[in-house]
Nanobody, 122 residues
Framework: VQLQASGGGLVQAGDSLRLSCAASGRTFSGVKMAWFRQAPGKEREFVASITSSGDPTDYADSVKGRFTVSRDNAKNTMYLQMNSLKPEDTAVYSC????????????????WGQGTQVTVSS
C-alpha cells in the first residue's frame, strides 16, 4: 500500500483542519489505518486509528473529543477531522497502514506515508 497524506497547514488556535490520506496499491479496505504525529524533539506518538470496517476507532487521550478519524473505502482514503486545535497539536502528521494486530505502537504498522505539517499558532 502506498500512502499519501495531505491537508496540513498553518492555523490559529481554535481553528479546524481536515487531513486526508490517499491509498493505492493493495486493497485498502482490508487494512487498518492510523494517524501518528511527531513534534520537533519528541518521539512519534499515536493519534487515532480505525479498523478496516470503520468501527471501532481509537484515540489518544490528548485528542479525544476534538479529533475524528474516518475512512471512505470506496475512495481509498482516510481522514482526520481536527477541531479546536491547540498549539500543542503542532507536529508532522503521518498516516500508517497495518493489520489486525496493529495498535498504538508505530512499529506494528507496515505502511507509511510521508508526513504533512500542521502548525497551530496561539
Amino acid at each position: 500500500v502506498q500512502l499519501q497524506a495531505s491537508g496540513g497547514g498553518l492555523v490559529q488556535a481554535g481553528d479546524s483542519l481536515r487531513l486526508s490520506c490517499a491509498a493505492s496499491g493493495r486493497t485498502f479496505s482490508g487494512v487498518k489505518m492510523a494517524w501518528f504525529r511527531q513534534a520537533p524533539g519528541k518521539e512519534r506518538e499515536f493519534v487515532a486509528s480505525i479498523t478496516s470496517s470503520g468501527d471501532p476507532t481509537d484515540y489518544a487521550d490528548s485528542v479525544k473529543g476534538r479529533f475524528t478519524v474516518s475512512r471512505d473505502n470506496a475512495k481509498n482514503t482516510m481522514y482526520l477531522q481536527m477541531n479546536s486545535l491547540k498549539p500543542e497539536d503542532t507536529a508532522v502528521y503521518s498516516c500508517a497502514g497495518g493489520f489486525l494486530g496493529s495498535g498504538r505502537d508505530p512499529t506494528t504498522y507496515n505502511y507509511w506515508g510521508q508526513g504533512t505539517q500542521v502548525t497551530v499558532s496561539s
